[in-house]
């Protein structure tokens, strides 16, 4: 079981980026995917969090209009698409995933992959 973290980066404020998790062992389908963040010094905080039906919830206000999760069954991938990208949003990003429902708690989870860092420049 493992999911491979990928697609952070380094960009202006404004601009956008679509870190990825690709899922191996196991399909994301059947599963709640959370995204986190970890700023450096601060927590690790829930963003957002795809349910297995396909419904989106927010923890982050400042995610909602800007950030979109998606799951690519296909490729048993998950995406997030962040626009207007601000450095308040520098953090490595996290995937993670588990069977029971989504949570804002990073204990609830059980698999989680490696992290990505996103960097936003003033």
């Known amino acids: 079981v493992q999911l491979q973290a990928s697609g952070g980066g380094l960009v202006q404020a404004g601009e956008s980026l679509r870190p990825s998790c690709a899922a191996t062992g196991f399909t994301l389908g059947y599963y709640h995917i959370g995204w986190f963040r970890q700023a450096p010094g601060k927590d690790r905080e829930g963003v957002l969090c795809?349910?297995?039906?396909?419904?989106?919830?927010y923890y982050v206000d400042s995610a909602k209009g800007r950030f979109t999760i998606s799951r690519d069954d296909a490729a048993n991938t998950v995406y997030l698409q962040m626009n207007d990208l601000k450095p308040e949003d520098t953090a490595v990003y996290y995937c993670?995933?588990?069977?029971?429902?989504?949570?804002?708690?990073?204990?609830?989870?059980?698999?989680w992959g490696q992290g990505t860092l996103v960097t936003v420049s003033s």
């Open positions: 993670a995933v588990q069977r029971y429902h989504c949570s804002r708690r990073a204990a609830a989870y059980n698999y």
């Open positions: 795809l349910s297995v039906p396909g419904i989106s919830a």
